[in-house]
T-cell receptor, first 114, second 113 residues
């Protein structure tokens, strides 16, 4: 595709519900990132996938958060038992594998937990 | 460890005047430096990057940035600002052998007509 595609663009959910956020990276990009942007916290790294390597999950804030990447392409970020502090913009990004390649971001999924 | 500082939360300029958004970084090893812009309710758009070579980097929408190794800075500049440049700007750094982007806190630029 032309760019990184994310869905849904907006999601309002009730506290305690599970949510799934989807990311479709740029075709041919083997590196995929999830970041979270929230007021007062700036941009936080969540998780990184590169090809078939084990993902770097070091930024996931709790065990309620998980992510997978199927077939080396589409990724899903899952938040279980959502809390109000999970309200944020979840940004997906992709790039070619080597450091220094431009990392391109999607438009984000805006999550509100009520 | 790596980190980025954007010392100004806000920058206000008049249209037609020069615009500068400051960024300093701390990283072990060689840095790769990036600038992104975020318009309201949008994702991050790539503006420019420094990897190696010429210290002056030119990017999208007339923006440029100068890499200064001795001052560990990578300030973003535009000679003549437009109202449409009003947005949130992020500086980011990666170590040359790493993959995680570390972002600054962001600087809100307001260009008044």
């Amino acid at each position: 595709g032309a760019g990184v595609s994310q869905s849904p663009s907006n999601k309002v959910t009730e506290k305690g519900k599970d949510v799934e956020l989807r990311c479709d990276p740029i075709s041919g990009h083997t590196a995929l990132y999830w970041y979270r942007q929230s007021l007062g916290q700036g941009l936080e790294f969540l998780i990184y996938f590169q090809g078939n390597s084990a993902p770097d999950k070091s930024g996931l804030p709790s065990d309620r958060f998980s992510a997978e990447r199927t077939g080396g392409s589409v990724s899903t970020l899952t938040i279980q038992r959502t809390q109000q502090e999970d309200s944020a913009v979840y940004l997906c990004a992709s790039s070619l594998p080597r450091a220094g390649n431009t990392i391109y971001f999607g438009e984000g999924s805006w999550l509100t937990v009520v | 460890a790596q980190s980025v500082a954007q010392p100004e939360d806000q920058v206000n300029v008049a249209e037609g005047n020069p615009l500068t958004v400051k960024c300093t970084y701390s990283v072990s090893g060689n840095p790769y430096l990036f600038w992104y812009v975020q318009y309201p309710n949008r994702g991050l758009q790539f503006l420019l990057k420094y990897i190696t070579g010429d210290n002056l980097v030119k990017g999208s929408y007339g923006f440029e940035a100068e890499f200064n190794k001795s001052q560990t800075s990578f300030h973003l500049k535009k000679p003549s600002a437009l109202v449409s440049d009003s947005a949130l700007y992020f500086c980011a750094v990666i170590r040359s052998n790493d993959y995680k982007l570390s972002f600054g806190a962001g600087t809100t630029v307001t260009v008044r007509a």
